[in-house]
């Protein structure tokens, strides 16, 4: 059985202010922990989970510290409404800093603050092969369980940057940044991408007025019904459809 003094610090990292102390972050079932096993084995620290879990999986969590627990526990220190056989702890990767790849489509996100649209923007990005996601610094938090369950792995593959947008893509000169905007150009008559920017403005206020300046080619879905506006996720795997 967990401490009680364990399951707290398991806990705390809920929060954004614990991750960034702690410099970990949770990771929830046996799906995008196997990812985790697969990707980036390096980066996972503790493993919480049933025995049935750990029989299953022994051959492959040799050199990573394994601790079997009961329901009860996983119920405790789980973030999740159903918990699913296994808890992970993941260490926060370290990075001397972001650089834009060259000749690739790259998303920036402005605002999006649903950890849920989030999540799921970045697992789209990487089944487009999208490497790299800019976000402004009010976006959700990556680290956010609801995000990271989100990604279903993705989050493994996905570089994600926080930056002042206004500060930063000013010094992007030589790449072009296409908004997704409803007076754009439509879908149909704009091609593909091969380098550039798309921005992706916030759930109901769009692109803010800051960011607009820089935003030089404007790319639009056409709508044929009634509704007001779209998902930013689903508007944004639409619109990747179409420029990958």
């Not at 999208?130 to 680290?143: G, L, M, W």
């Not at 008559?189 to 404007?218: A, D, H, T, W």
């Amino acid at each position: 059985m967990l401490s009680k003094s364990e399951v707290k610090y398991i806990q705390s990292l809920s929060q954004k202010k614990f991750r960034g102390e702690e410099n970990l972050y949770i990771i929830e079932g046996p799906k995008i922990i196997d990812e985790a096993l697969t990707v980036v084995p390096q980066h996972l620290k503790t493993i919480y989970a049933l025995p049935e879990w750990v029989e299953t999986n022994k051959n492959k969590v040799s050199d990573i510290e394994v601790k079997e627990i009961t329901e009860g526990d996983l119920e405790r220190i789980s973030l999740l409404k159903t918990p699913n056989k296994a808890l992970a702890l993941m260490e926060i990767p370290w990075s001397e800093g972001f650089l834009l790849k060259k000749n690739n489509l790259a998303l920036v996100l402005d605002g999006i603050q649903d950890p849920g649209n989030v999540g799921t923007i970045i697992r789209i990005a990487d089944w487009f092969g999208v490497a790299q996601i800019i976000c402004s610094a009010d976006c959700a938090d990556v680290y956010n369980n609801k995000v990271v369950q989100a990604t279903m792995g993705s989050i493994f593959r996905v570089e994600v940057f926080y930056t002042n947008l206004p500060e930063w893509l000013p010094a992007q000169n030589d790449v072009p940044v296409i908004g997704a905007m409803l007076d754009g150009m439509p879908l149909n008559f704009f091609g593909k991408v091969k380098n550039g920017l798309l921005v992706i403005g916030n759930e109901s206020k769009g692109i803010r007025q800051e960011v607009l300046p820089f935003v030089n080619q404007k790319v639009t879905i056409e709508k044929t019904g009634n509704a007001e506006s779209l998902n930013a996720a689903v508007a944004t795997g639409i619109i990747l459809s179409y420029l990958k």
